[in-house]
């Protein structure tokens, strides 16, 4: 097979994978040496200069020995196989770095015989680009579990950011959808990774010759909607992954249809659940940088998000007894809880009050989006001029500032070699790199 119909087929099988993300460190290659590695991030980012810098997101191979129903590449589908040589992949990579599509890899696969074959050629086609080639640009790698621990850790000394997939938020969907798989298998090299990363940080602050070890972390992706899990389940296991793995990202992608297993949702009445994907990504946010707890977003009565609100709009309306917050004295903590207010503008109110008495005109120009926070704020104990507030007046303008977002047409991955309008372009030709993170 062509390497070009390899690519074709691996880098198209790769699309369903989410766990990719900015680096988050700095590396320059060495002299004669090729590529950087910038803290502005690789994927679906901006560099310091307005570029969007971008991975080549691929599969090592799609022929898989496990048969996950929810996988497209499972053992049991019926679709064209490819798999890379580790010589292939890197002339593929350096190919396309030197043509400016690419500022990095993505590399994945299938398991490929069992983990620790599989591993081994990740660790070949990862060393031979970094020593033979002398590539200092940002690598992801994806570690299979089940693996030595001795393979995952030499891929960590050559890849900038390792992530293990749970896949699905619980045991008992795992063993139903993907048998060849188990939870801990999955953890286990979770713990080894964090380890890992903590011990070369200690030796490294000894030494600053002592070996990187996946220095940009790890993360993970979770399946949203092919099993009956609900939101405060998927996001209590989150929370529990952020604290005792200490992962840089858990990502979360709504399934899409690719098997007529009966074990899933039909595919003729199914539709991908983003929207339920974009609210756990916002209640995530609040988790890392706002200090809200699982229990606080979701309990019992309200085991899932509300679609027409955003989580925090929908706590703030849960908790009215707490506001109105005023923006003189609140503390930073209290702030954060607003609707409206970031953590950047909710830095920006503590620094501002100090001068002086501050404005609801005020708070706009430090970036406060108004529209929300309004309900919320009071500046001096006094609220904006001319504002009334009820429960249900409140939720009603919230609804209506989401509804502009929820109407819009749902968003579709594009192939490696289509353009927005879904024409095939030569991965040789003049493409816009920007295509390249499928």
């Known amino acids: 097979m062509e390497v070009l119909d390899k690519l074709t087929i691996l880098a198209d099988g790769a699309k369903y994978d989410a766990a990719c993300t900015s680096s988050g460190l700095d590396r320059r290659a060495r002299a004669g040496g090729l590529g950087s590695t910038l803290p502005a991030g690789c994927c679906h980012s901006f560099s310091a200069d307005g570029r969007c810098v971008t991975l080549l997101k691929v599969l090592m191979s799609n022929c898989c020995a496990y048969d996950c129903q929810y996988c497209v590449n499972r053992r049991s589908n019926d679709l064209p196989r490819a798999t890379f040589t580790p010589r ?6 350096i190919g396309f770095y030197r043509r400016n599509y690419i500022e990095g890899l993505f590399l994945s696969s299938a398991v490929i015989k069992d983990p620790d074959y599989t591993t081994e050629r990740m660790v070949e086609t990862l060393s031979l680009l970094r020593r033979h080639y002398g590539f200092a640009g940002y690598i992801h790698a994806k570690a299979i579990p089940g693996a030595d621990p001795l393979l995952t850790h030499r891929l960590g000394l050559l890849a900038d950011r390792l992530s293990v997939n ?57 399946i949203v909607g092919a099993t009956p899990e609900s939101d405060r389940h998927i996001l209590t296991l989150t929370q529990r992954l952020y604290e005792k793995y200490r ?71 849960r908790h009215l007894d707490f506001f109105p917050v005023d923006a003189q004295t609140a503390d930073y903590e209290q702030l954060l ?12 109110i503590l620094t501002a009050r100090r001068w002086g008495a501050l404005t609801f005109e005020a708070l706009k120009t430090l970036g406060v989006v108004l529209k929300r926070a309004q309900y919320f704020l009071t500046c001096g104990g006094k609220p904006l001029e001319g504002l009334r507030v009820s429960p249900d007046g409140v939720l009603r303008h919230l609804v209506a500032q989401e509804r502009p977002m929820l109407a819009r047409h749902e968003p579709e991955q594009l192939s490696l070699f289509e353009d927005q309008h879904g024409k095939e372009v030569s991965p040789y030709g003049r493409l816009d790199p920007g295509l390249l993170s499928v």
């Not at 292939?88 to 990579?93: D, G, I, K, N």
């Not at 809880?337 to 920006?348: D, E, F, L, N, Y």
Request: net charge positive; hydrophobic share 40%; aromatic share 8%.
């Open 88 to 93: 292939e992949l890197c002339e593929l990579t």
């Open 166 to 222: 749970i896949e699905l938020p619980s045991q008992k969907s795992l063993s139903l959808l993907a048998p060849d798989k188990d939870k801990e298998a999955i953890l286990s090299p979770m713990a080894q990774i964090r380890d890992g990363i903590q011990t070369a940080r200690q030796e490294r602050a000894r030494s600053r010759h002592a070996p990187s070890f996946a220095p940009a972390g790890q993360s993970t992706q979770m």
């Open 247 to 317: 992962l840089k990202r858990v990502f979360y992608s709504a399934y899409i249809p690719v098997s007529d297993s009966k074990l899933l949702p039909a595919p003729q009445t199914f539709r991908p659940p983003l929207l339920r994907e974009h609210r756990l990504y916002q209640a995530d946010w609040l988790l890392r940088f706002y200090h809200f707890r699982a229990d606080e977003l979701l309990d019992e009565d309200r085991p899932n998000f509300d679609p027409l609100v955003d989580p925090k709009c929908a706590w703030a309306l």
């Open 337 to 348: 809880r607003v609707p409206g207010i970031g953590v950047t503008s909710a830095r920006r």
